[in-house]
């Protein structure tokens, strides 16, 4: 058979299936209404579950597209949090720093003009740094360079609005300093007359770069042999060269050892100078 065939018989069909329909009292109208719709009602529950399970399914998508940007809103939070955390952390540490400075500012009894260090060499790291304060502020060559811990070099080169700091460091820094006097009470003579107190040592500090260029010592040379320093014991500037101003912390005694012809320590220094940020430039040895 063919298709046209087939249109023209399918078309007859219609035709004679639509004039019964029409030819029907409104009665059996509704039955065979009744009757159709029972024969599709399956399909419609089944179009009508499928269209439920599309749009949960779409629900649930939107749902966890909703979750999936809360998260990162929250995970953004989160770390901006963070961030201002440690920059509050940061800057409490900063300002408990710049108040323990200003208290020992306070408290010096030499002039004091406050630096921040602006550059390092990484090929002369514990060699020199340079400072914001010049000419300009009064820094002149050869004056000491301290924090609240201790000596941490002297000025050299001068411009406008920078130096060059030495660090005590550096082979070519030298201080002299003196050695803490021994706190214990001199022992007694039979006779009951004491013993006479040994001066305090004295000698040169300087620093001593190793061949492998890592970290150099502090040592303090020109010490007697009979020195005996004990570790712990503290090293202050003695104030001779007019340069270092007496009194001032340079750090402690690691080892003594002696040589052929004195005595020496190597020295832990006061102030890290690893972690340098603010400094002072001694001005003036009075106030």
Not at 9 to 35: D, E, K
């Amino acid at each position: 058979m063919t298709s046209r065939r087939l249109f023209i018989l399918s078309l007859i069909g219609f035709v004679v299936l639509a004039g019964l329909v029409l030819t029907l009292s409104p009665h059996r109208m509704r039955s065979v209404q009744a009757g159709f719709l029972g024969i599709i009602s399956p399909l419609l529950k089944t179009g009508s579950s499928f269209e439920k399970q599309y749009r949960d399914f779409r629900e649930g998508l939107k749902t966890l597209e909703q979750l999936e940007e809360q998260n990162k809103r929250l995970t953004i939070s989160n770390n901006d949090l963070s961030a201002t955390n440690q920059t509050l952390r940061g800057l409490e540490a900063e300002n408990n720093q710049l108040r323990k400075a200003l208290g020992y500012a306070q408290r010096a009894t030499f002039q004091l003009v406050p630096a921040r260090i602006i550059a390092r060499d990484a090929a002369s790291w514990y060699n020199n740094v340079v400072i914001d304060r010049g000419g300009a502020e009064g820094i002149k060559p050869d004056m000491a360079v301290l924090t609240e811990e201790g000596l941490v070099g002297k000025t050299t080169i001068v411009s406008e609005h920078s130096t060059v700091v030495v660090l005590i460091s550096d082979e070519t820094c030298r201080v002299a300093a003196r050695v803490e006097k021994n706190l214990d009470r001199p022992a007694e003579q039979p006779s009951g007359a004491k013993v006479p107190e040994k001066p305090a040592e004295q000698g040169i500090i300087r620093g001593e770069r190793s061949s492998t260029n890592a970290v150099p010592q502090i040592s303090l040379n020109f010490l007697s042999k009979q020195a005996g320093l004990e570790p712990g014991q503290k090293i202050f500037t003695s104030g001779l060269g007019g340069v270092f101003p007496p009194g001032v912390l340079v750090g402690a005694v690691r080892e003594f050892k002696v040589r052929e012809l004195d005595g020496y320590a190597t020295i832990v220094p006061a102030v890290d100078l690893t972690t340098l940020e603010d400094v002072f430039v001694v001005v003036s040895n009075r106030r």
